[in-house]
């Protein structure tokens, strides 16, 4: 049986953050879309106002006044239109900290590790899987506002201006197990014998900055500690077992730039 006939869902972009960031155009276009209309006569008033300024009381000035509107005018639409709502914004948010995590990779991936990033399995986006000698992880980057943090395998997040609001992923540990051991049988399924570690990269003010929750098997890393983390961590793979799991992913999902 070849590599394809193994390998379901698509290659597609394996850029990290490319699915979310087209996610992320895809939505602010069609927004834009719906709310253009107001965008016009916004700009008219915002041109208006300084100009009716310069005519009671600056009339000799009035091409300056009018150079002030319209530049106020184009800033503020240009502002506005790239705010969209949060619901919007998050996937422009969660594009970044894909690109972060692996931004803070490529060292190791220079020293001979294989970082593969947006994988579209069919059934899901992964947003990174990553082999090395200490073994071969799958990971997924959260950039988050607030203060992180996790507890009994469950993460919080409260906002800095009141510690007791905030909000909880219940569910994400559960997850990132269901898609590590969906990994681990993906590679089976090639001759690779390798556990999956299912890890959470939190980029945001983590003060844990890495912990294993050993009741869900999940790991929690402040993105800045990754890097560290992973070089720290044992050897687990030997060379030849690291080449298959390796040309395994490589087969499936061809790495690109990060």
Not at 188 to 211: C, D, K, T, Y
Request: net charge positive.
């Amino acid at each position: 049986m070849g590599a394809d006939d193994e390998c379901d869902g698509q290659a597609g972009e394996t850029v990290a953050g490319a699915f979310a960031a087209q996610r992320f155009h895809a939505r602010r276009r069609a927004w834009l879309l719906r709310i253009w209309w107001a965008f016009p006569p916004f700009a008219a008033f915002l041109v208006a106002v300084p100009v009716l300024f310069g005519r009671v009381f600056a009339p000799e000035h009035m091409t300056f006044y009018c150079g002030v509107g319209l530049g106020v005018a184009f800033g503020v639409v240009v502002a506005l239109a790239d705010s969209p709502p949060h619901h919007i914004e998050r996937w422009r948010q969660g594009a970044d900290g894909e690109k972060a995590t692996a931004k803070a990779l490529r060292p190791l991936v220079r020293d001979g590790w294989t970082l593969v990033n947006d994988i579209d399995t069919g059934r899901g986006n992964i947003d990174h899987v990553l082999v090395g000698p200490p073994g071969v992880f799958l990971l997924d980057s959260k950039n988050l506002n607030g203060l992180l943090t996790v507890d009994a395998g469950v993460l919080s997040v409260r906002w800095r201006e009141d510690p007791h609001d905030g909000y909880q992923s219940r569910r994400l540990a559960s997850t990132m197990k269901h898609r590590a051991h969906d990994l681990e049988q993906r590679l089976q399924r090639q001759g690779v014998e390798a556990s999956v570690q299912p890890l959470v990269v939190l980029w945001g003010h983590f003060p844990q900055r890495s912990i294993l929750n050993r009741s869900t098997g999940v790991a929690w890393v402040e993105g800045k500690q990754l890097r560290r983390v992973h070089q720290e961590r044992p050897v687990r793979l030997g060379a030849e077992e690291r080449r298959r799991a390796s040309h395994a992913l490589i087969a499936c999902w061809p790495p690109d730039g990060v």
